[in-house]
């Protein structure tokens, strides 16, 4: 599993209510990854870090905020769940250094966590 | 929109048979495959991966394929195992944005005994 822990494994929670997911990695990578998963959509970016306190949107951000305050921690936090949040979220870490044409990062591939099924009811 | 696909949702291959998963993408600037796959209530787990500097590489049991004049790319799974079954997934990143993957939705293998 490469070192990485998410948690909790399961949660059920209300509409509306705030909820939050831990990805805990004992890699020092620097960067981390947010992934939802749904059925006929595979696996779609939601937030990711390139360092602590260093994050960016993917391409299903709305309704979620990251942070990292440390190298080793990447919080996602569901401000208000709805419905459509209901998923499976994976965490992913990465090696290597950013930008450009670099060999070090293109051997360096994502590495997933086992994932947190969240139900919205 | 540019995206990553898979040709076929499920793929059933009887056990010692050589599989083969396939993949299309549509971004020319895709200068970086992944291969995954993912067992039953797990994460995705690395296979291998490709440059588009390279048309075939191997690992132990798999073989990946690049055609990058047809944007096309297969997974090749050698003498197919029971542990083999799994949904498989191709990931791609173009040169400047590479830490941002695309996958497809992911090819469902069965192997029979």
């Known amino acids: 599993d490469a070192g990485i822990t998410q948690s909790p494994r399961h949660k059920v929670t209300e509409t509306g209510t705030p909820v939050t997911l831990r990805c805990h990695q004992t890699?020092?990578?620097?960067?981390m990854y947010w992934y939802r998963q749904d059925p006929g959509h595979g696996l779609r970016l939601i937030h990711y870090s390139y360092g602590v306190k260093d994050t960016d949107k993917g391409e299903v951000s709305d309704g979620y905020s990251v942070s990292r305050s440390k190298t080793e921690d990447f919080l996602l936090t569901l401000e208000s769940a709805t419905s459509s949040q209901t998923s499976v979220y994976f965490c992913?870490?990465?090696?290597?250094?950013?930008?450009?044409?670099?060999?070090?990062?293109?051997?360096?591939?994502?590495?997933f966590g086992n994932g947190t099924r969240l139900t919205v009811t | 929109g540019e995206s990553v696909g898979l040709h076929l949702p499920t793929l059933s291959v009887q056990e010692g048979d050589n599989s083969i998963i396939n993949c299309a993408y549509s971004?020319?600037?895709?200068?970086?495959f992944i291969w995954y796959k993912q067992e039953s209530g797990k994460g995705p787990q690395f296979i291998i991966d490709i440059r588009s500097n390279m048309d075939k590489r191997q690992g132990q049991r798999v073989t990946v394929l690049l055609n990058k004049t047809v944007k096309h790319l297969s997974l090749q799974i050698a003498a197919t195992q029971p542990g083999d079954s799994a949904v498989y997934f191709c990931?791609?990143?173009?040169?400047?944005?590479?830490?941002?993957?695309?996958f497809g939705a992911g090819t469902t293998v069965t192997v029979r005994a």
């Open positions: 990931a791609e990143t173009p040169l400047l944005n590479d830490y941002k993957l695309s």
């Open positions: 992913a870490i990465r090696s290597g250094v950013r930008g450009g044409r670099d060999s070090h990062l293109f051997g360096s591939p994502l590495h």
């Open positions: 890699e020092n990578h620097r960067y």
């Open positions: 971004n020319s600037a895709s200068d970086y």
